[in-house]
């Protein structure tokens, strides 16, 4: 049984063990806009619930999952980071007033989480995150039918859920194409193979930070890893079984138990795989091979992965301290919390009539409880929330329950430019329900043009894209590809820019300086002054050197 104590270690090493690994998750982005941040989300979403969980010494399960999922809930951050909150909030249903779990309390726990998880998502996508998460709660149910014990569950749960992240390509051809899994359903079987790592052998897999966890210092969590790490090599092999071989795969995972932790191994008729954390990879190997042949082999060096994040964290520039809001009377009849990175593009929704503006946006998503702060300062009876990006969106919804003395109607804008012209469309004279219909559809009729630089070595609508060339965007969709941003920027107006366009906001970002913001400028009134009015609009924004609005 799993009394509240090994369900609290269990949380944490989950925690702990994504935190490990959330570099390489954020590096399974196939896109190469600089937005791989799903490992960063998620290891910050269950961090939030290691830190509640700290001090807590009570008994029960249920209390314990509960203590995670409230703190995961206003902790997260990005679509896999909420998703991830969601399962854990069902989990925690399925466990109210439990005092220790057995296998059959998980798996029906488990059940309630992936089918809230499906509900919330508007187009459920399969070979996602949702996928991993349903198919190692089917065989879950499958295995406590056999066998009620939780470790033998969990086991089974662990097991299915890297089946299921091995055929996400499958289901999904982009991730296929680029010889990826799907980062979100990585980032959930690492959270299970932490857990299983104290479930079954009583071991929490290691997080030292030389700082007590705190929520600013989740941003380089990575980072500040303490590099005297139990195991130095993270060892996958994927072995192809010789039909003749009469030795047991299970006497493979007894004996990677001896030299290794965070042992998780899959294996049908035809493959064995496995992962092990260990100090000897190559005995990892021949025993492999004394089962068959190696179809593939994966080590990394965790201790020089630790070093490195820890080199370039230490580079990155002042720290700014996290932003408060204070609580505020519903007073006033409207009120507006928007979303948006940079000074400048704070300023400027501040002067469209927002009374909050959280810092977030592409690659730094807000978590729920930062715009839940930011809504609670607001001093409106009715709330607007504008997301302003598409994995903040979901993040933003989970604050509605949250909220009791004033009514919270997210508006959901995808981008900036959507944003400002939300904004612009506002009607006092209606409902805050109508005001958020209204606002979206003026808003979906404005264009949204981003010039930015390829995060990653990618192909991608039969081009070839290399780390550091200047792209373009046209809503969403990859356009261009430049040496030159200036130039990428020109060429993006040529393609958005209409007979109809009556008006164009070019917004220039914290890397580009005033005589390249003015040459663009000048040539977007040159070529198209005669029939919009133009705008220039010095918005700070990081990762994009320019927002083009055209409407």
């Known amino acids: ?60 399960a249920g209390e314990v999952a509960d203590i995670a999922a409230k703190a995961m809930l206003r902790g997260a951050r990005g679509n896999s980071g909420v998703i991830t909150s969601i399962l854990f909030r069902g989990f925690a249903q399925g466990l109210k007033d439990v005092e220790e779990v057995n296998g059959k309390n ?44 939780p470790v033998f569950v969990w086991q089974a749960i ?66 500040e890893f303490d590099d005297d790490i139990e195991f130095t090599y993270c060892t996958e092999i994927i072995v192809g079984r010789d039909p003749a071989c009469e030795l047991e795969p299970d006497d493979l995972r007894s004996f990677l138990q001896t030299i290794g932790d965070c042992v998780v191994m899959v294996n049908d008729e035809e493959i064995i795989k496995v992962h092990v954390h260990t100090e000897t990879p190559n005995v990892v190997l021949e025993k492999g091979l004394t089962y068959g042949q190696l179809l593939a082999v994966k080590v990394e060096n965790m201790k020089e992965q630790h070093k490195n994040a820890k080199e370039q964290s230490k580079k990155k520039s002042k720290k700014k301290k996290k932003e408060t809001f204070a609580f505020a009377a519903p007073e ?88 400002m012209t939300a904004l612009l469309n506002f009607d006092p004279d209606i409902s805050a329900e109508s005001n958020a219909q209204l606002m979206m559809d003026a808003a979906k009729a404005v264009g949204t043009g981003l010039v930015t630089f390829a995060a990653r070595n990618s192909e ?22 430049e040496k030159n941003a200036v130039k990428a920027l020109v060429k993006l107006a040529k393609d958005m820019v209409s007979r109809d366009t009556s008006f164009i906001t070019l917004i220039y970002g914290e890397n580009v300086s005033e005589e390249d913001a003015n040459k663009a400028y000048e040539e977007l009134r040159d070529k198209f002054g005669s029939r919009a009015d133009i705008s220039l609009v010095k918005g700070d924004q990081p990762v994009y050197y320019f927002i083009l609005s055209v409407e």
């Not at 935190?19 to 939030?48: E, R, Y």
């Not at 006033?332 to 469209?352: I, P, S």
């Not at 060339?469 to 990859?478: F, R, V």
């Open 1 to 60: 049984m799993i009394n509240g104590e090994i369900l609290k270690n269990a949380i944490i090493s989950g925690a702990h063990n994504i935190s490990v690994q959330k570099n390489h998750i954020n590096d399974l982005n196939i896109f190469p806009v600089p937005d791989g941040d799903t490992g960063t989300n998620m290891s910050m979403t269950v961090m939030a619930a290691a830190k509640a969980l700290e001090d807590y010494d009570g008994e029960t």
């Open 106 to 149: 998980i798996a029906a726990a488990l059940g309630i989480g992936v089918e809230a998880a499906y509900k919330a998502v508007a187009k459920p996508t399969e070979g996602t995150i949702l996928t991993v998460a349903r198919m190692a709660y089917e065989a879950g149910l499958e295995a406590s039918r056999e066998n009620s014990d």
């Open 158 to 223: 662990v097991d299915k859920a890297n089946e299921a992240l091995a055929i996400t390509p499958e289901l999904l051809p982009v991730l296929k194409k680029a010889g990826v899994v799907d980062a979100g359903g990585k980032g959930l079987c690492s959270i299970f193979e932490g857990m299983l790592c104290c479930i079954k052998d009583g071991q929490i897999v290691e997080y030292e930070d030389s700082q007590p966890l705190t929520m600013e210092s989740f941003e380089s969590a990575a980072a």
């Open 332 to 419: 006033e009849e409207f009120g507006f919390v928007a979303v948006a990175a940079g000074e400048g593009m704070k300023t400027l929704f501040r002067d469209l009539g927002c009374a909050n503006v959280v810092s977030g946006g592409q690659s730094m998503n807000p978590s729920t409880d930062d715009i839940l702060e930011a809504v609670l300062g607001t001093p409106a009876k009715n709330v607007l929330v504008l997301p302003n990006n598409k994995n903040i969106i979901l993040a933003a919804e989970q604050v509605i329950p949250l909220v009791e003395d004033r009514k919270v109607v997210i508006v959901p804008t995808r981008t900036i430019p959507q944003g």
């Open 460 to 481: 991608f609508g039969g081009r070839k894209i290399k780390e550091g060339d200047i792209i373009a965007l046209q809503n969403g969709k990859l356009t261009i590809t």
